[in-house]
């Protein structure tokens, strides 16, 4: 990133150009993060590590309120702890990197390095539930994970990434299944509401669901080339962990009985999903209620000026923190107004706040919308109500603005040669009839090259016959290209 008193932010491939290096060239210059030394590897630096703050914060306050808490469980997980879960251990096996040896001696166990931690907590609720008033167990926890991943990129799929994964046990079924729904709710409320990013909410296809569950639910995102992103994911296990580590309760009618369990979680790969459908070829565009900060005051004018200008602004500052505004504020001397104003609006800030000595006299401050880049001039005594309803309103705009291009970008297919017009050439979602075998789903993938997303709860239209085989269609599926 170039700095200087005349020299402004480098430019920033258009998406149109390149996507993918767009993507990489925004991530880069708004200091989001390093490369690190381990392949696949990412360090996240102070503004990259801010944001999944304000994520955490958000989720965290949902997870308690539903009567969540959290813990913590180890890295490590025996060898043997995935072999009590057939399905779950061929889902994970080819990206466990495995830790054979310690102090210098070979452990007699190979150890796993935490690729999900429904093993390790398993083994714990079996010695932690003996009776239906210790249900239900209702824990989250907030972690790194490991996946030994063949094809990385930053935030999206690394090899270790941040997330977090909750973990229930209850003692009905019913019980288990109305919690998975409610996480996905609570997931869809945060993605919409406050990262801004419209969502299809389904059910994942048997092939897709996680390894293990009974059945997995989503939410998928499109990113402004057209792609899926999977947001959030909910997981009814039934009783297939509860079973395999034999996590048993004694009833009110005094017998034994399995307990129902659940796994849900988002990751760090939101981060991905905010800038990839916010970002611009100016760069980042952070939505208020996400945005570790919201406003970014800049004094302007002569340098005779420059005391009387700053000591106004940092006044202004006060007052909007005091607001609970999330404000700051750049009076560094040695950079131009012109390159500030480029620096945030690659940053995201959503609005900029301009004052200087010709906005003092005339007793007014200039907001600038960094979603609109309209500018309006404010009277200083209607500041303070004035911009909390700003922000608000840019929230929403940009939740209109990425829903119109998902809808805009969604297609109905009734054949294979629509299907793949829309995933390739129209590069956006395609929804189509599929009669519920694998191999019509692998059809799909082979000559589209696209994946299901979810079967919708609400789709848009009903469709009665396979796009692949022709025959009756048992579901309307989302189908795109996917990161």
């Not at 102070?46 to 703050?53: A, N, Q, S, V």
């Not at 997980?77 to 057939?86: D, G, L, M, T």
């Not at 009776?131 to 824990?139: E, F, H, Q």
Request: aromatic share 10%; net charge negative.
């Amino acid at each position: 990133m170039a700095k200087g008193n005349d020299q402004y932010v480098q430019n920033i491939t258009p998406q149109s150009e390149d996507f993918s290096r767009w993507y990489i060239d925004v991530i880069q210059k708004a200091d989001l993060m390093d490369y690190a030394p381990v392949r696949g590897c990412i360090v996240f630096k102070p503004d990259g590590y801010e944001l999944w703050e304000a994520c955490q914060r958000e989720l965290d306050r949902r997870f308690k309120e539903t009567g969540h808490r959290n813990a913590y469980f180890p890295l490590f997980i025996p060898e043997s702890f995935f072999e009590k879960e057939k399905e779950h251990v061929e889902g994970f096996n080819p990206e466990l990197p495995w830790v054979t040896e310690a102090g210098g001696e070979k452990l007699e166990e190979r150890l796993a390095v935490r690729p999900t931690s429904e093993t390790v907590i398993g083994h714990m609720y079996a010695r932690w539930i003996q009776s239906y008033r210790d249900l239900p167990v209702k824990i989250n926890q907030w972690a790194n994970v490991v996946r030994w991943e063949k094809r990385t990129l930053p935030f999206l799929r690394t090899s270790e990434f941040l997330w977090q994964e909750g973990h229930t046990a209850h003692a009905t079924a019913e019980e288990a299944e109305s919690e998975t729904r409610m996480i996905l709710d609570l997931y869809t409320d945060f993605v919409e509401g406050v990262l801004a990013i419209p969502v299809y909410r389904g059910q994942k296809t048997p092939s897709e669901k996680f390894a293990g569950a009974v059945h997995t639910y989503s939410i998928e995102a499109m990113m402004k080339d057209g792609k899926a992103l999977q947001a959030g994911t909910s997981h009814y296990m039934g009783q297939n962990f509860a079973k395999g580590f034999d996590i048993q309760y004694l009833d009110r009618d005094n017998t034994l009985k399995h307990v129902f369990t659940t796994s849900w979680g988002v990751s760090t790969r939101i981060l991905g999903a905010i800038i990839m459908v916010h970002g611009d070829d100016r760069g980042l565009a952070l939505p208020p209620l996400i945005a570790p900060k919201q406003v970014v005051i800049i004094p302007i004018g002569p340098k005779k000026e420059r005391d009387r200008v700053v000591a106004h602004a940092a006044a202004l500052h006060q007052q909007l923190a005091d607001r609970n505004i999330r404000v700051t504020m750049d009076d560094r001397e040695d950079l131009s107004p012109g390159w500030k104003f480029n620096e945030y609006e690659m940053r995201g800030i959503p609005v900029r706040l301009e004052i200087g000595p010709r906005d003092m006299e005339k007793g007014q401050v200039v907001l600038v919308r960094r979603d609109t880049g309209e500018k309006l001039f404010v009277p200083e005594g209607e500041l303070t109500e004035r911009l909390p309803r700003l922000l608000e309103e840019i929230q929403h705009n940009m939740f209109d603005k990425a829903k119109k291009f998902r809808d805009d970008h969604s297609h109905v297919a009734h054949s294979m040669e629509e299907l793949t017009h829309i995933v390739r050439d129209q590069k956006g979602f395609a929804l189509a009839g599929w009669c519920g075998d694998e191999v019509c789903e692998k059809a799909v993938k082979e000559q589209a090259g696209a994946t299901s997303r979810n079967i919708p709860f609400d789709p848009p239209e009903t469709l009665s016959t396979c796009v692949s085989c022709g025959k009756s269609a048992a579901h309307s599926v989302w189908f795109a290209k996917a990161y």
